[in-house]
């Protein structure tokens, strides 16, 4: 996840920084995007107690929400395909389960200790049909 991190950020900042098209700028923020959930894996596996950890799954999950709907932008701008409504509709969708994911304990609310050292948190209903 570190690792991820770090070089997912990277290439956002070389596409940024020599971007000319709107496609380049979407690129660079699924770049982001997979930076921060890659990060926040990195730190979610690094949580010592069960509450630690279900606060940063949650957190590791909001730039989650985004991977899939910023990817399927990126491919309809490389591609030129006009989906606005489909975007507009994904981007809704995505915000939506924010509040659940951060706010609520329907989302992520226990862990399972694994491999005696990782808490990983276990499916709930909510995260089923997310």
């Not at 070389?14 to 979407?26: D, M, T």
């Not at 690094?46 to 590791?60: D, G, H, P, V």
Request: proline content about 2%; overall charge positive; hydrophobic content about 55%.
């Amino acid at each position: 996840g570190l690792s991820l991190g770090i070089l997912c950020l990277l290439l956002a900042f070389f596409v940024l920084a020599y971007s000319k098209e709107k496609v380049h700028r979407i690129w660079a923020l699924f770049n982001i995007v997979v930076a921060l959930w890659g990060l926040g894996t990195c730190f979610s596996g690094m949580a010592t107690t069960s509450e630690s950890a279900i606060s940063r799954w949650k957190l590791t999950y909001l730039p989650c929400t985004f991977i899939a709907i910023v990817f399927y932008h990126l491919i309809c701008s490389f591609c030129n395909l006009k989906r606005n409504k489909i975007f507009r509709f994904a981007y809704i969708q995505g915000f939506i389960f924010l509040p659940f994911i951060i706010l609520s304990d329907f989302f992520v609310n226990s862990t399972i200790y694994v491999f005696n050292s990782i808490h990983y948190h276990k499916a709930t209903l909510l995260f089923t049909i997310y």
